[in-house]
């Protein structure tokens, strides 16, 4: 059997924009990507600290060092700039592989860098 675990976190980011005329997608400077052990196209959930939002969406990769969160398409309704969030991927485990492993966890100051939380 098959469990699915918190795999990769940033905690408590804050969007910096929203933008509806994009196709869809969260942007995430690419530096919280490596660091949270995510890639391009990995499908995430995004949960709204301020507004209580939950919804799910892929990643695209911003400019390095930027601290860039973005909303776009139709995610860009459920959040505003300014909000707090939690980015959260996870994987399929069995049981023996889940009892070990620890998920990448990235807290960010209200900047988006990180933090040694």
Known sequence: MLISIC??????ATVTDCDLDYIGSI??????????????WEKVQVADISNG???????IEGEAGSGVITL??????KV?????IIIIAYALMDKAEAAGFEPAIVH???NNRPTKN
Do not use: M, P
């Open 53 to 59: 939002e939950r919804f799910e969406t892929y990643v």
């Open 108 to 110: 960010v100051d209200k």
């Open 80 to 84: 505003a700039r300014g909000d707090l």
């Open 72 to 77: 776009n398409g139709a995610a860009a309704r």
């Open 27 to 40: 942007t995430i400077d690419s530096e919280l990507i490596k660091l949270a052990n995510l890639q391009a």
């Open 7 to 12: 795999k990769s976190k940033i905690h408590r």
